[in-house]
């Protein structure tokens, strides 16, 4: 499954490489939160907050939307870890698992 092998990429450090492809699966399925947040997570390993922080945005804008509902636990923990700049969410040295799991 693609959300998957998204894992396993952000595990070896490759955020910056799966921004774009992450970016064309959100756009696809906006409502699903687990790409969402592997998205989140590529944007803000990349140095690129403001744009996490935005694909969350966008996302909780959605689901209340179409579905009347908030965003799940993860993408909501997942958003508040951004904005303390948590290092949990630090990419780990190859070789070990990342801090954050949350995007599981």
Not at 68 to 92: Q, S
């Amino acid at each position: 499954m693609l959300e998957d092998r998204a894992e396993a990429e952000l595990a070896l450090g490759r955020h910056r490489e799966l921004v774009g492809v992450l970016g064309v699966v959100v756009a696809e399925h906006p409502l699903r939160e687990r790409t969402r947040a592997q998205l989140m997570l590529a944007f803000h390993r990349s140095g690129r907050q403001a744009d996490a922080l935005q694909v969350y945005h966008r996302g909780r804008a959605v689901l209340v939307e179409e579905l009347g509902l908030e965003p799940g636990h993860v993408l909501r923990t997942l958003h508040t870890a951004i904005l303390r700049d948590e290092p949990a969410l630090r990419w780990a040295n190859a070789g070990t698992r990342p801090a954050f799991e949350g995007s599981r």
